[in-house]
C-alpha cells in the first residue's frame, strides 16, 4: 500500500438507490451498480458521470467486466444476467431456473462468464454461445454469493454453509473447504497475483486465504466487529476489502500484515470496490456516492 493516499467523494445517486459493486473496464470507466435504483452509473475517464436505466423492478447487484467497454451485471429480482454498454444493455441471459436470484459474477479470459445463485444452491456459466449451464455448489442451503475466476480455476463462498467452493477446469465437479472458524459467514472473495483465493469473513472479522496448495490460513482484523465484506486483488500485490461495519477501508499483504483507514464520512456504509492500474481504488458508498482513494 503507498502512502500517504487522497480521498474525494462523488455523489452518484440518492441515498435511496444504494450503490454497491464496482468495476472497471480497459477504456478506464468506472461501473457501479445501484442495487435499488434498477440502473448503473458510469464514470468516464473525463470525470463525467452517465446513469443508465435499466428497467422498472430491476436489481442490479454486482458487476464484472465483460469488453473494453462493458460489463456484465447479475439482475437478482428478475432473474437475468445482462451486459451493459454505454448506451444501455447490450445483451440478456434469462438464468434457467426461477427465482435463482443470481448473485455474485465474474468473467473469465474464455469468454465464459460464471455467476453464483442465492436462493438454489447453484453455479452458473454461460458460454461464449450464450448457453447456460447450472451447477450444484457441492451443499445445501449454502448461499453462494460472491464469485471469482483465475485461469481455469473457479472460486466462490458459501455464506451460509461457512465454506469456499472451489472449481477446476470448467466442469461442475466441486471441492468444498470448511472454514475453522464456526459461523464465519464468507462474503467477497478474489484471486491475487499470489494465485492464493482471498475472501472476508463478515461474521467472525477476519480475513481468510487458500493457497495453490490448499492450505487455509485466517487473519484476524483490528475489530472483529468490523464486517468485512468485499475483497479485490491489488495489481501490484495484496488485497484491498472494506469493512462495511467500521467505516473504513483495509489493506492486506500478501504476507497477511494489514492495515486499516478510515472513511472521511461517518456511517459511509462502504461495499463494493475495484482497482485501477494506476492505483486508484473505487468504493460504492450506499449512502449515495463513490469514493476515490489514489495514491
Known sequence: MTEPMQFSEHRISAAEAAPYGVAITDDGAVWVTLIRGSALVRRDPDGSFTTIPLGKGSEPSLPAVATEDS?????????????????GVRAETAVPTANARPFGVASADSGEVWFTEMTTDSIGRIDILGR????TAGVEHGTPSMIAVS????????????????????????????????????????????????????AAGQIGRIDRNGELTEFELPDRESKPHAIVANPDGGCWFTLWGSNQLGFIAADGTIAVIDLPTPNSEPHGLAVAQDGTVWVALETGFLAELRP
Open 71 to 87: 460489463v456484465w451485471v447479475t439482475d437478482s429480482a428478475l432473474n437475468r444476467i445482462i451486459r451493459v454498454g454505454p448506451e
Open 132 to 135: 447456460v449451464a447450472e451447477f
Open 151 to 202: 485461469g481455469e480455476s473457479v472460486w466462490f463462498t458459501l455464506n451460509a454453509a461457512n465454506a469456499v467452493g472451489y472449481i477446476r477446469g470448467g466442469n461442475s465437479a466441486v471441492a468444498l473447504t470448511q472454514l475453522p472458524t464456526h459461523g464465519a459467514g464468507p462474503v467477497g472473495i478474489t484471486v491475487a497475483t499470489d494465485a492464493a483465493a482471498w475472501f472476508t469473513e463478515i
